[in-house]
Each structure stands twice: as structure tokens, then as C-alpha cells.
């Protein structure tokens, strides 16, 4: 008879009982790699910036950041926190701007970007 109400409370309580067991039973250690994991998989991202001219001026959403070279590092990037869209825009006065939209996909990315001079140069070559 014990074993039949056994066999029913395991069943009223279905597999997620079992997990729940195994969830406490983890070591502190296994529970902080799966909040890690978790946080994860959030659409953040981070942008490594490659310019010509290093010093143009960068704007995320319409707000400054800083100029190229300050994202171009290995252990330097832009962050990009939010999920959705960003509009990311790099300029300097006499070159025409870049503006560019991305959408974070948690994973680091290297944006190369070259200014073109608003006047044509020496070799009469259109902008």
C-alpha cells in the first residue's frame, strides 16, 4: 500500500519534482554557472571599431561615445546593452558620416569603416 501512494505522489507531482531534487542538491557553484548561462543568452553585444581616421567621433542612438579609437582595443569595444536595434554612426568634419544600423547578437563583432573625404582628392576621383 505504500508503495502504491508512492507511485501516485510521483505522478501528482509530475517530472518537475525530480528537477526540483536535483536543482538543491547543486553545488553554489553549478547554480552561479547557470544564472551565468541565463545572462548569457541575452541579445547584448559588443562592437570593436576599425576607422579611417582613427579620431572620428562615434555616436550610438544619437548619443557621443567617444571617437574610434577608443573602441578599436582588444579589451576596449562599444557595448550595446539593450536588444533591438542601434544606430551607429561615426563622423568627422570634411568626410562624408557613416551611419550604420546593428542589432546585438551577443556576440563581439569588428566594424571596419573608412571616412570618404567630402572634396574630391588629388587624383580628381569623386567622393
Known sequence: ??????????????PGACAAKQD?????SMARAR?????????????????????A????????????????????SLRLGEAG???VEVKKRGFWPYTTYYEPSGARVT?????????PDASGGAP
Request: hydrophobic share 45%; proline share 4%.
Open 1 to 14: 500500500m505504500r508503495l502504491r501512494w508512492a507511485a501516485l505522489l510521483a505522478l501528482a507531482l509530475g
Open 24 to 28: 538543491a542538491d547543486q553545488p553554489a
Open 35 to 55: 544564472e551565468l548561462m541565463a545572462s548569457a543568452e541575452g541579445k547584448r553585444g559588443d562592437l570593436v571599431l576599425r576607422c579611417e581616421p582613427a579620431d
Open 57 to 76: 567621433e562615434v555616436l550610438l542612438d544619437g548619443v557621443q561615445q567617444g571617437t574610434c579609437s577608443d573602441f578599436s582595443g582588444v579589451s576596449r
Open 85 to 87: 536595434f542601434h544606430q
Open 111 to 119: 566594424l571596419k569603416v573608412k571616412l570618404r573625404p567630402v572634396t
